[in-house]
C-alpha cells in the first residue's frame, strides 16, 4: 500500500492504492488558501488520517502540487498557489512526516497516473495535458516520468500560442500572470476558452457553457468552439512535432468535451511536420482522480 496526495488549488484528496493499483480509501479536504503553515498541517494531517484508515502507519507518501521544485535551491517555485513559492515544502513535509515524500508536479501525476494504467495504458511515450483553469503537461516515457535538469519537463502551458492567426487577434495575446503575453494557458485553458468568447461576444459565461450552447447549435458558441479547436490543434501539433508521443491524453474541465476528440486530429495535420500522423488523442480514464492515482504511482 501507498498514499497519493493531489494538493490542489481548493481541495486536497488523498488516496490509499493498494494491490492492481485498487483504490482502497479516499478522503478529500479544503485546501488553506494563503497560508503555508496550514498547508503542511492539512497534508500531514490527511497523511495521519489515511494511515489510519489502512491500518498501517510509515506507508509510503507521494504528493503532486502545482508548480515545481528548483534543482538550484530545492525551494517551490512557479507555483499559483504562491504561498508555496520560496518555501522548503519537501524538506517540511520529510521532517514532519519522519520519512521520504516523492514529490511531482501536478500535471506530472496526471500523465503518469494515465499512462500506467489508464487511457494510454501500454503506450511507450505519453503526453498528457490538463485544460482546466490553467494549462499543465507532463511527460511519461517507458512508464517513467520525463525529468530534465531544470525540472520543467512538460511545462507546455507557458509557451506562446504558435502559427498566431493575427485576424483573431492572436498577437501579441492576453498578459498571462507571470509577466509574458500570449502563452498557451491564456488561450486553451477553461478560463481561457471562456475569455475568448467574452472578448468576442461581450458575453460572460463559463467555458462549460459555451461548449453547452455550441453543441445546441447556437451560432456565437460554436463559433468560439472552432476558434478554441483550431488553437488547440496547433498547440498539440507543436507537442508532436518536438516529442512525437504515441498518445495524448486531455484531463481537465475542458477535456469533457466529446467533440474535441474527433476535430482536432482532423486539424493537426496541417503543422504537423509529417506525411501522416499515428498519434492518439484520447481522454482521461480516471478524470480528477488521476492526480492522486499519479501521486502514489511516484512509488511504484
Not at 80 to 100: V, Y
Not at 123 to 141: K, N, P
Not at 226 to 242: F, K, S
Amino acid at each position: 500500500m501507498r498514499i497519493g496526495i493531489d494538493l490542489g488549488g481548493t481541495k486536497t484528496e488523498g488516496i490509499v492504492m493498494g494491490a492492481g493499483s485498487a483504490i482502497l480509501h479516499r478522503e478529500r479536504v479544503p485546501t488553506p488558501q494563503n497560508d503555508y503553515r496550514a498547508t503542511l498541517d492539512v497534508v500531514v494531517g490527511l497523511v495521519r488520517t489515511l494511515e489510519a484508515a489502512a491500518g498501517r502507519a510509515g506507508l509510503h507518501v507521494g504528493l503532486g502540487h502545482p508548480g515545481s521544485i528548483s534543482p538550484a535551491t530545492g525551494l517551490m517555485r512557479n507555483s499559483n498557489s504562491t504561498c508555496l513559492n520560496g518555501t522548503p515544502f519537501k524538506q517540511d513535509l520529510e521532517r514532519w512526516l519522519d520519512r521520504e515524500v516523492r514529490m511531482a508536479n501536478d500535471a506530472d501525476c496526471f500523465a503518469l497516473s494515465e499512462a500506467c494504467d489508464g487511457a494510454a495504458q501500454g503506450a511507450r511515450c505519453v503526453f498528457g495535458a490538463i485544460l482546466g483553469t490553467g494549462c499543465g503537461g507532463g511527460v511519461v516515457v517507458d512508464g517513467k516520468l520525463l525529468a530534465g535538469p531544470n525540472a520543467i519537463a512538460g511545462e507546455w502551458g507557458h509557451n506562446p500560442l504558435p502559427w498566431p492567426r493575427p485576424e483573431w487577434n492572436e498577437v501579441p495575446g492576453s498578459p498571462c500572470w507571470h509577466g509574458g503575453y500570449g502563452c498557451l494557458e491564456t488561450w486553451i485553458s477553461g478560463s481561457g476558452l471562456a475569455d475568448d468568447h467574452a472578448r468576442v461576444t461581450g458575453e460572460k459565461i463559463s467555458a462549460g457553457e459555451v461548449a453547452a450552447r455550441a453543441e445546441r447549435g447556437e451560432e456565437r458558441a460554436a463559433a468560439t468552439l472552432a476558434r478554441y479547436e483550431d488553437r488547440l490543434a496547433r498547440a498539440l501539433a507543436q507537442v508532436v512535432n518536438i516529442l512525437d508521443p504515441h498518445v495524448i491524453v486531455l484531463g481537465g474541465g475542458v477535456s469533457r468535451v466529446e467533440r474535441l476528440y474527433r476535430n482536432v486530429p482532423a486539424l493537426w495535420d496541417a503543422w504537423i511536420f509529417s506525411d501522416g500522423v499515428n498519434t492518439k488523442l484520447v481522454p482521461a480514464r480516471y478524470g480528477d482522480a488521476s492526480g492522486a492515482r499519479g501521486a502514489a504511482w511516484l512509488w511504484p
